[in-house]
């Protein structure tokens, strides 16, 4: 278990995660400050990667544990601990999506009300439905794709933080950012297209 | 200069161009005109419903918070499990992935059974001989 002699000297909340990585191997409490730091961020991650706060919630802990588990092992190969994290959480929502054989849609009510941003003008003229369906689209891109768009728009991390998550290079994320975005604008097209008869035949009484 | 050299370097202001907006909105801090001042190359209709496209995402994409009894009883969860060599079986079993739990069941069971079987074989060897006996002498 920890050390009490050892955490009395150490400033937990000032060190860098370097540091607490190396006091986290034996004392609890630096894992705890690490995982204070990365909690929030962890679950954002895995609740938009499984679409609803309960798995969320239950992958969550499963990558707080694992990663309390290998910390031992961890060794500082210049990539930030948060990219070992969120390492761990890619795996763990893939196997989560194996075991389930399905992709769960966002639940849209839940979304709404904790996550719209009123100072937002898009947010506002942006219809549920239409909300729905960007959700829905982007939940059809492959898993790098959408891994992308959540560190970017959701963890608002730097492009070299991304790289170094996703083991690319800072120009293979432009790139892959381009792709995304036209992928992302054909399946809404698609949809818009397949969607244009159904709208017609409602609109007709048909 | 070749027809490829140009294609290549509009894609590459494309990407850069879209990236840079990228951070911009996920800084909350996006000035269009002068993003748009900085690649003049490109022309409004090359980039425009790509750009619009990104601050649909962006707004839809927002954070969202884990509730604060998860996290506290999470954290005190894991502050009494623990290092890592002090994570005890049961711990470490209920946090494998159910495909995992199942599989391990499967085999401790199989083995189980066949432990059993193995078992019960000399009970069943006496219990024919006894059988045999019986009907020899009668």
């Known amino acids: 278990m920890s050390e009490p002699a050892n955490q009395a000297q150490h400033d937990y909340m000032e060190a860098e995660d370097a540091q607490l990585v190396e006091w986290a191997k034996n004392d609890t409490e630096a894992f705890g400050e690490l995982y204070t730091r990365y909690v929030q961020k962890i679950y954002n991650y895995v609740y938009y990667r499984t679409g609803n706060h309960h798995d969320a919630e239950d992958l969550t802990s499963r990558v707080f544990y694992r990663a309390l588990g290998h910390i031992g092992n961890y060794t500082d190969r210049g990539v930030p601990f948060s990219a070992w994290l969120y390492r761990i959480a890619h795996n763990l929502v893939a196997n989560w999506h194996r075991d389930r054989g399905r992709k769960k849609v966002v639940p849209l009510e839940d979304h709404i009300i904790s996550g719209l941003p009123f100072d937002a003008p898009e947010a506002i003229t942006e219809t549920q439905e239409e909300r729905e369906r960007l959700l829905a689209s982007i939940r059809e891109l492959p898993e790098d794709r959408q891994q992308l768009l959540l560190l970017k728009f959701v963890e608002r991390l730097s492009n070299a933080e991304i790289g170094a998550i996703m083991d690319r290079t800072e120009g293979a994320i432009k790139s892959l950012y381009h792709r995304t975005l036209l992928s992302l604008r054909t399946i809404l097209q698609q949809q818009e297209d397949e969607s244009q008869p159904e709208k017609r035949r409602k609109r007709f009484g048909l | ?138």
Do not use: C
Not at chain 2, 36 to 56: D, K, N, P
């Open chain 2, 1 to 138: 200069m070749p027809f490829s050299f140009f294609r290549n370097h509009s894609q590459q202001q494309i990407e850069d161009l879209l990236l840079a907006h990228a951070d911009a909105l996920a800084d909350g801090s996006v000035d269009l005109d002068t993003l748009l001042e900085q690649y003049t190359t490109l022309t409004a209709s090359q980039v425009e419903g790509l750009l619009l496209l990104a601050e649909r995402i962006s707004s839809v994409l927002t954070e969202v918070k884990p509730s604060d009894t998860f996290v506290s009883q999470l954290r005190y969860e894991l502050s009494h499990a623990g290092l890592p060599e002090d994570l005890g079986f049961w711990m470490r079993l209920r946090h494998l992935s159910p495909r995992t739990q199942l599989a391990a069941a499967s085999i401790g069971g199989a083995t189980l059974a066949g432990v059993v079987l193995i078992a019960s074989r000399p009970l069943w060897e006496m219990v024919g001989i006894r059988r045999n006996r019986r009907t020899a002498i009668a």
